[in-house]
C-alpha cells in the first residue's frame, strides 16, 4: 500500500506556479497598458476629427526623459547590487533613482507651466488635453513606483534584500523599466502625432 501511494507520489505532474506578488505586478502592468492604449485609440480618433491645434513641446520634456532614463540604469545597478549582497550600493542606487524619479516629475511640473504660457491649458484644445491627461496619468503612476522605491528601500535597510531574497528588487526593478518604457513610448508618440 505505502509502495503504491508512492508511486503516485512520484508521477504526480509540477505544477507551474508563479508568485502571487510578481504575478499581482505583471496584471497591474497589463491593466496600464490597456488604460494607455485606450487613451492613444481616442487621441486618434479625435485627431482625426479636426479642430486640433498643434503646439511645441517644451524642451524640458526632452530633459526629463533623459532623467528618466538614467534613473532606470540606477535601478537596474540597484539590481546588480542586490544580486550580489553589496548592500551600501543597493541603498545608493535606490536613493539616486527615488531621487531622480522625483527630479522627473517636478519637470513635468514645469513643463506644463511652459504650456500654460504657451496658451496650452487642460481645456479648449484637445490636443492639449490629451497632453496633460497622458502626462498626468504617467505622473500618479510614476508616485506609485516612487512608493514601491520607499518599500524596497526600506526592505534594503533591514538587510531583507540580498542574494538569496531578490523578490522585492525584482519587483521593484521590473515596474521602474515598464514606467520608463511606457513613459518613451508616450513621449514618441506624442511627438510623432502632434
Same mark, same amino acid.
Given at each position: 500500500?505505502?509502495? $503504491?501511494?508512492? +508511486?503516485?507520489?512520484?508521477?504526480?505532474?509540477? /505544477?507551474?506556479?508563479?508568485?502571487?506578488?510578481?504575478?499581482?505586478?505583471?496584471?497591474? +502592468?497589463?491593466? +496600464?497598458?490597456?488604460?494607455? !492604449?485606450?487613451?492613444?485609440? !481616442?487621441?486618434?480618433?479625435?485627431?482625426?476629427?479636426?479642430?486640433?491645434?498643434?503646439?511645441?513641446?517644451?524642451?524640458?520634456?526632452?530633459?526629463?526623459? $533623459? $532623467?528618466?532614463?538614467?534613473?532606470?540604469?540606477?535601478?537596474?545597478?540597484?539590481?546588480?547590487?542586490?544580486?550580489?549582497?553589496?548592500?551600501? /550600493?543597493?541603498?545608493?542606487? +535606490?536613493?539616486?533613482?527615488?531621487?531622480?524619479?522625483?527630479?522627473?516629475?517636478?519637470?513635468?511640473?514645469?513643463?506644463?507651466?511652459?504650456? $500654460?504660457?504657451?496658451?496650452?491649458?487642460?481645456?479648449?484644445?484637445?490636443?492639449?488635453?490629451?497632453?496633460?491627461?497622458? /502626462?498626468?496619468?504617467?505622473?500618479?503612476?510614476?508616485?506609485?513606483?516612487?512608493?514601491?522605491?520607499?518599500?524596497?528601500?526600506?526592505?534594503?535597510?533591514?538587510?531583507?534584500?540580498?542574494?538569496?531574497?531578490?523578490?522585492?528588487?525584482?519587483?521593484?526593478?521590473?515596474?521602474?523599466?515598464?514606467?520608463?518604457?511606457?513613459?518613451?513610448?508616450?513621449?514618441?508618440?506624442?511627438?510623432?502625432?502632434?
Amino acid at each position: 500500500m505505502a509502495e $503504491v501511494e508512492k +508511486i503516485r507520489i512520484e508521477e504526480a505532474p509540477e /505544477t507551474m506556479a508563479m508568485d502571487p506578488k510578481k504575478f499581482i505586478l505583471w496584471g497591474f +502592468i497589463v491593466t +496600464i497598458i490597456m488604460l494607455f !492604449a485606450s487613451q492613444t485609440s !481616442a487621441y486618434l480618433v479625435r485627431r482625426a476629427e479636426g479642430n486640433w491645434v498643434e503646439f511645441e513641446i517644451p524642451q524640458i520634456f526632452w530633459y526629463s526623459t $533623459v $532623467v528618466l532614463f538614467i534613473s532606470s540604469v540606477a535601478m537596474h545597478w540597484a539590481y546588480l547590487a542586490a544580486k550580489k549582497d553589496n548592500f551600501n /550600493t543597493l541603498k545608493i542606487a +535606490i536613493s539616486i533613482t527615488f531621487v531622480l524619479g522625483l527630479a522627473f516629475l517636478v519637470m513635468q511640473f514645469l513643463g506644463w507651466k511652459e504650456l $500654460v504660457a504657451q496658451n496650452v491649458y487642460f481645456v479648449g484644445n484637445p490636443s492639449g488635453s490629451f497632453f496633460y491627461v497622458f /502626462t498626468l496619468l504617467h505622473g500618479v503612476h510614476l508616485i506609485t513606483g516612487l512608493l514601491v522605491l520607499c518599500v524596497t528601500f526600506t526592505s534594503s535597510m533591514r538587510l531583507k534584500v540580498h542574494a538569496k531574497s531578490l523578490r522585492r528588487i525584482e519587483i521593484c526593478t521590473t515596474y521602474w523599466h515598464f514606467l520608463d518604457i511606457l513613459w518613451i513610448y508616450l513621449f514618441v508618440f506624442l511627438l510623432y502625432f502632434r
